[in-house]
């Protein structure tokens, strides 16, 4: 048994991680601004992680043997972990993105057209860092999500006085209801209706992994490995969007409608105009068994097709 905080850890991939963690016998403390109750057997304190001061006040003088972060989203939030973590917890594992690997939003070094990207290709050990950004503002913090995981991870990376490591998370699907997102719920609906899906006019595949098995990771990352810095979290094999949709069809016999963005116009989630894909060699060898999307994606679509139509308004009703 250890003693684990989770901050955030009330939506969607949280909930199910906090749900391992209890199962596996844990103690469980989940740090959140309150809009989320915390689930039977947990810990709550109620605090805002920007507010550094009220932090360290709801955490009075506990100490853990790990912290799970679901919500550093900038190096100022990382920052304030740095100092409020520090001699508390020997283990900090934060929940990163695929998303620091975007070529639109950094000057990355090249590599061959569709090479699955390993962590070394953003190393949070020499990304720089500005802290005299306009991190508190919410517009800002949305407008640059991806450098801001990638400069959070270099603060904790370089900073912290704990063991550090980080799960760059691919593009997660599945879990039904949870799934708040709404991007499967996107192709399901649009699908059924008959509605045009826009998309690139030769969309690129991209890595996938369901939000179950990251929460398996998580918990793997947290109470389990011994490893810093980043690892990729995807399962094998790729998808496109018509991949995503075929799979769609084949439980609604309905045949998807495409219709190709304009230059310049955004298309359908999960249509991408550039190969956007990681390698899950580390993972692996860290000894964590990871699946193929041809074994789970069938289940997300059907769960996610029963939530929908038992949802009023939504198809079938």
Not at 126 to 139: I, Q
Not at 191 to 214: D, M, N, Q, W, Y
Not at 256 to 272: D, I, K
Request: with cysteine; aromatic share 8%.
């Amino acid at each position: 048994m250890q003693r684990i905080c989770v901050i955030g850890g009330s939506r969607y991939i949280g909930v199910l991680l906090v749900q391992r963690l209890l199962a596996a016998g844990h103690r469980v403390t989940l740090v959140n601004r309150g809009s989320f109750p915390a689930p039977p057997g947990v810990e709550h304190l109620v605090a805002d992680r920007d507010d550094e001061s009220a932090l360290a006040a709801a955490l009075g003088s506990r100490t853990f043997d790990a912290v799970i972060d679901q919500f550093c989203y900038s190096p100022v939030q990382a920052a304030a972990a740095v100092r409020v973590f520090g001699g508390r917890t020997p283990r900090y594992v934060m929940t990163s993105t695929i998303e620091v690997y975007n070529p639109a939003t950094a000057e990355l070094p090249a590599v061959p057209h569709g090479t699955p990207l390993p962590e070394s290709r953003v190393d949070p050990a020499d990304w720089p860092v500005r802290m005299d950004l306009p991190w508190h503002d919410a517009e800002y913090l949305d407008a640059h999500y991806s450098e801001g995981k990638r400069q959070a991870e270099a603060v904790l990376t370089r900073e912290a006085g704990f063991a550090f490591a980080s799960v760059r998370a691919a593009h997660v699907l599945g879990g039904g209801a949870r799934d708040f997102t709404g991007r499967l719920a996107h192709y399901i609906e649009r699908v059924t209706r008959g509605t045009e899906i826009t998309v690139h006019a030769e969309p690129k595949p991209s890595v996938f992994i369901h939000c179950g098995e990251l929460a398996d990771l998580l918990l793997w990352a947290t109470a389990a490995g011994d490893f810093t810095g980043p690892v990729n979290a995807c399962s094998d094999g790729l998808l496109d969007v018509y991949d995503l949709t075929a799979a769609i069809a084949a439980q609604t016999g309905r045949r998807p409608r495409y219709r190709t963005a304009a230059p310049g116009e955004e298309a359908s989630p999960y249509s991408f105009d550039r190969h956007y894909a990681m390698s899950n060699t580390r993972a692996r060898e860290l000894g964590f068994p990871l699946s193929r999307t041809t074994d789970w994606l069938p289940g997300a679509v059907a769960e996610a097709l029963d939530g929908l139509t038992a949802a009023p308004g939504r198809p079938g009703n």
